[in-house]
């Protein structure tokens, strides 16, 4: 089945076709749930690769506009794919041994990019910040009122996060883009979990979670001091 949803502020169509079929942002955010072992917290990055492919299904379905987010976002993710797969594999396991592994083979630019320019540290630390923005965001939605606009709670949570990491040119970008998200009501409506009693219950249990995830990186990376990687 295939329905359209029509932006207040663009006018444009978004067809929701995709998100009906396959996005359920419960399923996405049980990624980040599933990406903390046990014993002891360690980011499990096969889980957290999860949780960032479903993110990006969901952004795709948001239309055309989006596609430079989505398409920065897929790159980060196939290199850590591809790390995860090569003879190195088993070291990319968690974050932490990642980090561990990478800073003892000196596989990490540590002041500028050169040799070791997309090293799973660097790379790990652009989503890492993105996710600093989706736990702003998602929270804004959660406490959000039926008048509040979705473009307003983004680039709040764009402004305190990722904004700070940009260049000028990106930013505006970004900004114009946000215009173009479809309205709260279609928001809740394509997460794909309810009423929007339910998306709160939702997200009220699930983003601890991912502020788990967001903490520990902060900081295992604070302590071996990856914050500015280039
Ligand atoms: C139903 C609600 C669920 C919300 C689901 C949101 C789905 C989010 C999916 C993806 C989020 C964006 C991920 C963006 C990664 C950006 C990483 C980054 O900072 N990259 C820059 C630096 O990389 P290097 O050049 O150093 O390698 C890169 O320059 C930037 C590229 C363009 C992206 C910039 C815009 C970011 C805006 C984020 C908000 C997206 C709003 C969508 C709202 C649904």
Not at 65 to 73: E, G, L, Q, R, W
Request: glycine share 4%; with cysteine; aromatic share 10%.
């Amino acid at each position: 089945m295939s329905r359209h949803y029509k932006n207040r502020a663009s006018g444009c169509l978004f067809s929701m076709t995709a998100v009906e079929e396959k996005f359920s942002l419960t399923e996405v955010l049980s990624s980040f749930k599933a990406c903390l072992e046990k014993e002891n917290q360690d980011v499990l990055m096969d889980y957290y690769i999860s949780g960032w492919k479903g993110l990006v299904r969901f952004m795709n379905s948001l239309g055309a506009i989006f596609s430079f987010v989505s398409k920065d976002a897929v790159s980060k993710i196939q290199i850590m794919e591809a790390f995860r797969k090569s003879s190195s594999g088993d070291q990319y396991r968690s974050l932490q041994s990642m980090v561990a592994y990478e800073l003892k083979a000196k596989l990490v630019d540590l002041n500028k990019r050169a040799e070791h320019s997309n090293s799973g540290c660097r790379t790990i630390l652009r989503l890492h910040r993105a996710l600093r923005w989706l736990q702003l965001f998602l929270e804004k939605l959660r406490t959000s009122t039926e008048n509040s606009k979705t473009s307003v709670l983004c680039t709040e949570a764009y402004n305190d996060s990722l904004a700070n990491y940009h260049p000028w040119i990106i930013r505006k970008t970004a900004m114009v883009s946000f215009y173009a998200l479809p309205a709260r009501n279609t928001f809740f409506e394509v997460m794909n979990v309810g009423s929007i009693e339910d998306v709160v219950t939702m997200l009220g249990e699930a983003m601890p979670y991912v502020s788990q995830v967001y903490d520990i990186t902060q900081q295992l990376y604070a302590q071996h001091n990856l914050l500015d990687l280039p």
